[in-house]
């Protein structure tokens, strides 16, 4: 029949390991295995900024901090240029991290692993859900199976979840630069009109380098690698920038069912990436610490749906709503002109675009007030 696991974990990214380290801290006896069809340490197309609210979930889990971000600088600042121009420079209230996922993916699963997860670098091709137990390729069984295998999902796609909608994925590119043209220890947003909603990015590292990228929307039209370049480089022509590569980020406006049956979905294959920023990394390690505590419990899909969705559900409807609004650029300008001129606003803007965030009462009116000024 097979091996049994109590839970099998496919991917050992952010989501993996926080699944994994969730597992075992809910339950240090379980039998957890994580499969990935890549040898770590390895490379993953990100921007690679790791927000304080992920760094509150991983030391929950029991992950050093110290150890996870060495050889990275703080990130205090935060620099917002809107599509229209308008500027939003200030000091943000907790301190980020930019770590090249080559080292944190391969830190954070080291973790995991000393916490007693096994690793083991196989591919899954087949996933058949049953009333008691979860097959794998045939003949690896498992009590719950988490699906924390990226945009790509093999999971997903087995379980024959349909593919996200028009409107809702975003295709980036990225690569590295040296740092030395942009501030240190500030992130750069910088927006454009153009091709909206789209924007470009520096990610300063702390070790002479910076993570450079652009992103948009897909509307429905192909984008060729060479205009993703071209429009990265009318948006930041200091960035003399190598080793790009592009990648596709399902977007939490167009966010799938998360539980089926005794198979989970976590971090960005259940398309939990933020629909204003492309952050995925806080989505990533909650939603797996949480798929991973469900997964040794009672009704491990109902503990999961219900504790992500108390977590996480009025958040992503506010940023469902804020998606919306942002189809119209102006938006984007009254929200980053009022940043500029608040520090409370400018936390509000952060808060959802980078942590759980929400709406609020102040942060509203005065975007609406800055709608009427020039």
Not at 132 to 145: N, S
Not at 224 to 229: D, K
Not at 292 to 299: N, R
Not at 345 to 357: A, H, K, P
């Amino acid at each position: 029949m097979g091996e049994l696991w109590d839970v099998v974990v496919v991917g050992g990214g952010p989501a993996g390991s926080a699944a994994a380290l969730g597992a075992l801290r809910a339950r240090p006896d379980a039998r957890v295995l994580i499969l990935d069809s890549a040898s770590f340490p390895r490379d993953k197309v990100c921007g690679d900024g790791i927000a304080p609210h992920a760094v509150d979930v991983l030391t929950e889990l029991g992950v050093d901090p110290a150890a996870l971000f060495a050889g990275s600088a703080p990130i205090i600042r935060l620099r917002l240029h809107s599509p229209g121009g308008r500027l939003a420079a200030r000091a943000t209230a907790r301190p980020g991290y930019v770590v090249p996922r080559a080292l944190f993916d391969h830190r954070l699963l080291t973790t995991a692993l000393s916490a007693g997860a096994v690793l083991r670098r196989s591919p899954v091709r087949t996933v058949s859900v049953g009333a008691d137990e979860v097959v794998l390729d045939g003949d690896l069984r498992a009590r719950v199976v988490i699906g924390a295998d990226g945009s790509e999902s093999v999971v997903r796609r087995c379980l024959g979840v349909a593919a996200p909608r028009l409107g809702t994925v975003a295709l980036a590119i990225r690569g590295y630069a040296p740092a030395a043209p942009w501030p240190a220890a500030e992130q750069l947003l910088t927006m454009t009109a153009a091709h909206w909603p789209a924007y470009a990015w520096v990610f300063p590292i702390g070790d002479g380098r910076a993570n450079v990228g652009y992103g948009e929307l897909l509307r429905g039209n192909p984008i060729s690698r060479a205009q993703l370049v071209d429009r990265l480089h009318q948006l930041l022509p200091a960035a003399a920038v190598s080793g790009l590569r592009a990648h596709r980020l399902p977007l939490s406006t167009g966010r799938p069912q998360v539980e089926h049956g005794r198979v989970l979905l976590a971090g960005d294959a259940a398309a939990l990436i933020n629909p204003i920023t492309g952050e995925g990394i806080f989505y990533a390690v909650l939603s797996g610490s949480l798929a991973g505590a469900a997964a040794v419990g009672a009704a491990p899909g109902n503990s999961y749906r219900r504790a992500l969705a108390e977590r996480l559900g009025r958040h992503l409807r506010h940023t469902d709503v804020l998606a919306r609004l942002g189809r119209w650029p102006f938006v984007l300008d009254a929200a980053i002109g009022a940043a500029g001129r608040s520090q409370r606003v400018f936390d509000s803007v952060v808060e959802l675009g980078l942590g759980d965030g929400r709406l609020d009462v102040p942060a509203v009116g005065a975007v609406l007030r800055s709608l009427t000024r020039k």
